[in-house]
């Protein structure tokens, strides 16, 4: 059944938000107490969200970060910590996080969650606490169209040789490892790369260094659908602006950046296949302007997310669950 042929006590669908249904807009009917509408919107999510790929919840009462976290437990799902982290945050409570910490000029290019790993959460939620004045927006992108816009040929060739993805933690250039792994205990982290198929190695100043091997492409558990599902045109040496790029390798050197990727062999990845992916996911980006109280609800393989930059204050956290690997 199409989603605009469901019809609801306490709930709607505005087909008009968006032509491509993503994100599917679901507004209240009578209440605007998410908890009166809860049945039905657990049903629109099992029926509709692995074909959507995301759905916004707008005007309900959602009374702070801890209502938000009851929302997202209320799908009887287990909240995931954020653990081997590339972004900082700053857990707020259980199971939530304040979104990614960038500085506001910066742009968070189009994503899934933990793509660089080779375990993820299935499904994401962003609450929208503050909107910003100006910008701020988390535009977000169909995987499924993403991969089959991407030239054969790029696909293929990432397909075939999968990533290796490189991180150098620390010295005040990245993530320390302590924040990444959630602990000061190098145990602690070494049986996390032990488990995770993770290499590493402690460098003669303390710092750590991993590289791990991971997919280009996943297929959805669920719809069977592959899709693009990595990270590489995030961290690849080619997103850093040239100057900085330049002036860190000739710091650091190559092989000590913060982050880089090549292809799973270790064979560099050309510029120009990045530029590609990064033109496509452009392509299929969709963007609208945050509302407080917003929730937007995404299942993270079929849709990426990123963020806008922003002026004014900003804040929307985020909550992850239904781990996959």
Known sequence: MSINQLVFETIKIDSSFHNSNLPTLVLPINSIEWQDCIHEIRQLVDQQLHCTGGLLFRGFSVNGVEDFNEFARSFDLELLNYNYASTPRTEVTNGV???????????????NEQAYTLNWPLKIWFHCVTASEQGGETPIADSRKVYQKISPVVRE???????LYVRNYGNGLDLPWQKAFGTDDKAQVEKFCHKNQIQFIWKDDGELQTKQICQAVAVHPKTNETIWFNQAHLFHVSNLDENIRETLISIVGIDNLPRNVYYGDGSPIENEALDHVREVLDECRVSFPWQ???????DNMLTAHGRCSFSGDRKVIVAMAEPHS
């Open 97 to 111: 996080y304040t979104s990614s910490e960038y500085p506001a000029h910066q742009v968070i290019p189009l994503h």
């Open 292 to 298: 407080q109280g917003d929730i937007m609800m995404l």
């Open 157 to 163: 060739r990432f397909k075939q040789h999968g990533l």
